[in-house]
C-alpha cells in the first residue's frame, strides 16, 4: 500500500497567523509542509523566502518541509533554505543551468532534492535524472496563483511518470500540486500519485480535520477499490 502524504500548502495560509495555521492544519493530520517560493520573474507572483521557513521552525513547526522553488536563478537561494530548516528542495530545470549540479547542491546541504514539471513541460526533461531525484513533483496547473482548477490531462502524465519509476523500482514519491481537492484526489491516487498538494481545498475549508479525514478516506477507497 503506498504512504500517501497529504501536504496543504502555505500558499492557502492565513499569512497574519501563519504559525498557528500551519500548526492546526499538521494537528489536524496533515504531514507535509508545503512551502511554495515565487519570485515575480520565473512565475507572476511573490511569495516568502528562507526568513519565514525559519520562522516556522523557529514556532516549533516539525514536520516535513517541502520547498518548491518557482524561481530563476534557483542556486543561490538553497543553502538559505537548507539552513533554515527544508527538508525536501524540489526546482524547475528550465531555472538551472545546470540541473545535475542543482540536484548535487540539494543534497550536499542535507536536503532530499526532486524536479518540478509545469504542464507544457514534457516528462522526457526528468527521465535522465531519475536516479538523482528523491521528489518528481508535477503541476496540474500553472504556477504562479492558487486556487486554480485541476487540469485534466495530467493523469496521463502521471501514469506515464509512475510507469518510468516503477520499471526502474526507484523510490521516488511522486508528487502532484494543483487544484487537488475531494472530488479528484483518488482519480490522481489512481494514476500513480502518492504525494498531494492541497491548498485551498484544505486552507480554505471551515474544518480542517473534517476535510483531511476526507481525502484519506478518499484515498483508503481507492486503495480498496
Given at each position: 500500500?503506498p504512504?500517501?502524504?497529504?501536504?496543504p500548502?502555505?500558499?492557502?495560509a492565513?499569512?497574519?497567523?501563519?504559525?498557528?495555521?500551519?500548526?492546526?492544519?499538521?494537528?489536524?493530520?496533515?504531514d507535509?509542509v508545503h512551502?511554495?517560493?515565487?519570485?515575480n520573474?520565473?512565475?507572476?507572483?511573490?511569495t516568502?523566502?528562507?526568513m519565514?521557513?525559519?520562522?516556522?521552525r523557529?514556532y516549533?513547526i516539525?514536520a516535513?518541509?517541502?520547498?518548491?522553488?518557482?524561481?530563476?536563478?534557483?542556486d543561490?537561494?538553497i543553502?538559505?533554505?537548507?539552513?533554515?530548516?527544508?527538508?525536501?528542495i524540489?526546482?524547475h530545470p528550465?531555472?538551472?543551468?545546470?540541473?545535475?549540479?542543482?540536484?548535487?547542491?540539494?543534497?550536499?546541504?542535507?536536503?532530499?532534492?526532486?524536479?518540478?514539471?509545469?504542464?507544457?513541460t514534457?516528462?522526457?526533461?526528468?527521465?535522465?535524472?531519475?536516479?538523482?531525484?528523491?521528489?518528481?513533483?508535477?503541476?496540474?496547473?500553472?504556477?504562479?496563483?492558487?486556487?486554480?482548477?485541476f487540469?485534466?490531462?495530467?493523469l496521463?502524465?502521471?501514469?506515464?511518470?509512475r510507469?518510468?519509476?516503477?520499471?526502474q523500482?526507484?523510490?521516488?514519491?511522486?508528487e502532484?500540486?494543483?487544484?487537488?481537492?475531494?472530488?479528484?484526489?483518488?482519480?490522481?491516487?489512481?494514476?500513480?500519485?502518492?504525494?498531494f498538494?492541497?491548498?485551498?481545498?484544505?486552507?480554505a475549508?471551515?474544518?480542517y480535520?473534517?476535510?483531511?479525514?476526507?481525502?484519506?478516506?478518499?484515498l483508503?477507497?481507492?486503495?480498496?477499490?
Open positions: 500500500m504512504d500517501y502524504l497529504i501536504a500548502s502555505i500558499l492557502s492565513d499569512f497574519a497567523r501563519l504559525g498557528e495555521d500551519v500548526s492546526n492544519v499538521l494537528d489536524a493530520g496533515a507535509v512551502f511554495d517560493v515565487m519570485d520573474h520565473f512565475v507572476p507572483n511573490l516568502v523566502g528562507p519565514v521557513c525559519k520562522s516556522l523557529n516549533g516539525s516535513v518541509i517541502d520547498v518548491h522553488l518557482m524561481i530563476e536563478p534557483v543561490a537561494l543553502p538559505p533554505f537548507a539552513n533554515a530548516g527544508a527538508d525536501i524540489t526546482f528550465e531555472a538551472s543551468q545546470d540541473v545535475a549540479a542543482t540536484l548535487a547542491l540539494i543534497k550536499e546541504n542535507g536536503c532530499k532534492a526532486g524536479l518540478v514539471l509545469n504542464p507544457s514534457p516528462l522526457e526533461q526528468a527521465i535522465p535524472f531519475l536516479t538523482q531525484i528523491d521528489v518528481l513533483l508535477l503541476m496540474s496547473v500553472n504556477p504562479g496563483f492558487g486556487g486554480q482548477s487540469i485534466p490531462a495530467t496521463d502524465k502521471i501514469r506515464q511518470a510507469a518510468l519509476i516503477d520499471k523500482q526507484l523510490s521516488i514519491k511522486l502532484v500540486d494543483g487544484g487537488i481537492n475531494l472530488d479528484n484526489i483518488s482519480d490522481v491516487a489512481a494514476a500513480g500519485a502518492d504525494m498538494v492541497a491548498g485551498s481545498a484544505i486552507f475549508s471551515k474544518d480535520r473534517k476535510t483531511i479525514t476526507q481525502m484519506r478516506s478518499a483508503t477507497q481507492h486503495e480498496n477499490s
